[in-house]
């Protein structure tokens, strides 16, 4: 920027630009995204009676005045610096170099859509009116809103939550939105799925910006019954209420009332808005704002506010559990549906599962490793399509009716797979499923076939004992749910010694930047590479090598291994 008022020029922001900003009558910082400012005009300085030494690279906070605890971020209606922006009229108090308050209104100023400089432009001037009121002793409210602004702060705090699963992170936004716009204190008490109460989060507003009190944090005594204390009401979710220091100023009717009055205490705070933090179903807990001296006492029309913020945060919380405990319930049926491999004389045999790397995934995908009665072994991988907990049953239904079948009848694999077809539509509840079934079976003469069926899945990869590498392509139909009556068709293959046969699911190869024949690719050298390492090592290997970034499936692999003979 130019050279205004003997500041130094940021490359990021065009020297034409900084001249005409330097010969307007209000002033203007520019910010970088830490709410730093990296350039201030003249007039800035001037009204100010400061030196650009003095406000440039301070932090936007560091200006205001002790009379005054926040400064709201300009509000804009885009996420660009060209977006188009909020009418002005937001007051704060400013501190001039001598330390006496400045009031002024500030509003944003539009770079040009194409300036893409991290930077944004914040533009002010002295406040008339309020600097009567000032002089008149009459401090001008900074925290109350106007309508747009409530309703602008209901959609900040709506965007925070939804589609975040992560509690703790959305309740900590949501505070940053509410301090130190509404409050100097925020305080969220949650009810436990055990019906305990734990104050999750205390947090401080200040010119230097916010401070998490963990020192005030932690378990708090249980919701009395009938308690007509603010905390305690809202706990229940009976009521909203306006408090104080005052109201807890007399004899505690319950340990939560004491802890009330050590929090009063702790902070300072004179006035205060407590609200529930209510679900469709259930209360999940309090919030409470908090204004320490010298600040205007909350009204009820803050009281209506924090309501509706209070029923954002118990909608996102109760979702929220609803959805862990629908993982909770889907990874332990994984984790006990998915079987203890079986020992084999002569084979070597090992088998992962991973669950996807976004929590919010859990599938259908498994393998199966068994014993039949004429001493063959079945082998199985499987996908059911979908990734919830519908998928993650489905996947439970299919993998034991297949066990079934393969147990009770002594059929080739493509025969069983062929009737699981038919059965699946009339006694599961999966629409559609990908797998492969085979059995692996020894002759007489100790050697090894293996005969398989593959419905829809990615083929299995077999390694010679030399690193070479084919993935099995034969024995290939339609997916399960989309061939019902069709035959599946069946392939063999001798293992010889030395071989390593993998099967995987789709997780293991598939990327949304790549074609799968790209996955496979990747899939096959990584494991020619990786051959030589034991089967353990070999699988762990390459579920790193080969697993795409940016795949956000789980993934179930089982290998074998026929060791050469010495």
Known sequence: ???????????????????????????????DRQERIVWANAASLALLSRSAREVVGRGLHALLHPDVRQLPSPRTRGTGVGAPLAPPGDRTLLARGDGSPLPVRWFSLPLRPDVECGVRLLAFAADEVAAKGLSAGQSESTRVL?????????????????????????????????????????????????????????????????????????????????????????????????????????????????????????????????????????????????????????????????????????????????????????????????????????????????????????????????????????????????????????MAQLRNMLRAYTWAQDDPPHRTVERLDRAMGHITDVSMATLVLARLTTDPAGHRVLRWTNAGHPPPLLLDSTGGARFLREGRGILLGASAGRPQPEAHVDLLPGSTLLFYTDGLIESRRQPLDAGLKRLGEAAADLNPQQLDDFVDLLLVRARPADNDDDVALLAIRIPETR
């Open 1 to 31: 920027m130019g050279d205004g008022a003997g500041t130094s020029v940021p490359i990021v922001v065009e020297r034409d630009l900084a001249g005409v900003l330097d010969r307007l009558d209000v002033g203007v910082f520019a910010l």
């Open 146 to 394: 106007a309508e747009r602004d409530r309703l602008a702060l209901l959609a900040d705090t709506t965007a925070q939550l939804i589609d975040n699963i992560d509690v703790d992170e959305s309740l900590r936004r949501v505070v940053q939105l509410m301090l130190p716009r509404l409050a100097d204190w925020a305080v969220i008490d949650l009810i436990t799925e055990t019906d305990e109460v734990n104050r999750s989060l205390v947090v401080h507003a200040h010119a230097g910006g916010l401070t998490m009190r963990e020192d005030l944090q932690g378990p708090m005594p249980p919701v009395p019954a009938f308690s007509p204390m603010p905390l305690s009401k809202a706990l229940r979710g009976v009521a909203s209420t306006l408090a104080g220091p005052r109201t807890y100023d007399v004899p505690p009717d319950s340990a939560v009332a004491v802890e009330q009055r050590k929090l009063f205490a702790a902070t300072g705070i004179e006035t205060a808005a407590i609200a529930p933090v209510k679900g469709p179903s259930e209360v999940l807990g309090a919030i409470t704002l908090g204004r320490t001296a010298g600040d205007e006492p909350f009204t009820t029309a803050d009281l209506g506010l924090l309501e509706d913020i209070g029923r954002r945060i118990g909608l996102a919380l109760e979702n929220a559990r609803h959805y862990q405990r629908q993982r909770q319930v889907a990874a332990t049926m994984q984790r006990y549906l998915l079987p203890q491999l079986p020992r084999l004389d002569g084979v070597e045999m090992t088998a992962r599962y991973l669950p996807a790397p976004d929590a919010s995934h859990v599938g259908g995908d498994w393998y199966d490793a068994f014993a039949l009665p004429d001493g063959d072994t079945a082998l199985v991988i499987g996908d059911v399509a979908g990734h919830d907990l519908e998928a993650a049953a489905g």
